[in-house]
């Protein structure tokens, strides 16, 4: 079993930064690929990233392409969400993500264990 707990979440204005942390426990967390997902209000839940167990490798979903970035602290057995140029069309809640396997993937139903998620609220 894997307990993951979001944390980081918040309002802020357009052009802003923000970084999330999830925190892992319950696994080797080396193991395991890890993923943010968000969902708006009235909307599906989106992927946003994932990474790799070893961190080696990472992937985006095209809306957030080139504006946040995904890393690992395996040491810390946490993984972050580095925001920037934030958008109000960012805002949604945003979960973190364990996998079943090392690799990453943008499919939500190969990501067993979620988090509660944190509410990021963009402000025009």
């Known amino acids: 079993q894997v307990q993951l707990v979001e944390s980081g979440g918040g309002l802020v204005q357009t052009g802003d930064s923000l970084r999330l942390s999830c925190a892992a426990s319950?696994?080797?967390?080396?193991?395991?690929?890890m993923g943010w997902f968000r969902q708006a209000p009235g909307k599906e839940r989106e992927f946003v990233a994932a990474?790799?167990?070893?961190?080696?490798?990472?992937y985006y979903g095209d809306s957030v392409k080139g504006r946040f970035t995904i890393s690992r602290d395996n040491a810390k057995n946490t993984v972050y969400l580095q925001m920037n140029s934030l958008k109000p069309e960012d805002t949604a809640v945003y979960s973190c993500?364990?996998?079943?396997?090392?690799?990453?993937?943008?499919?939500?139903?190969?990501?067993?264990?979620w988090g509660q998620g944190t509410q990021v609220t963009v402000s025009s």
């Open positions: 990474i790799s167990g070893s961190g080696s490798s990472t």
């Open positions: 319950g696994r080797t967390f080396s193991s395991y690929g």
């Open positions: 993500a364990a996998s079943g396997h090392s690799g990453y993937t943008d499919r939500r139903e190969f990501y067993p264990y």
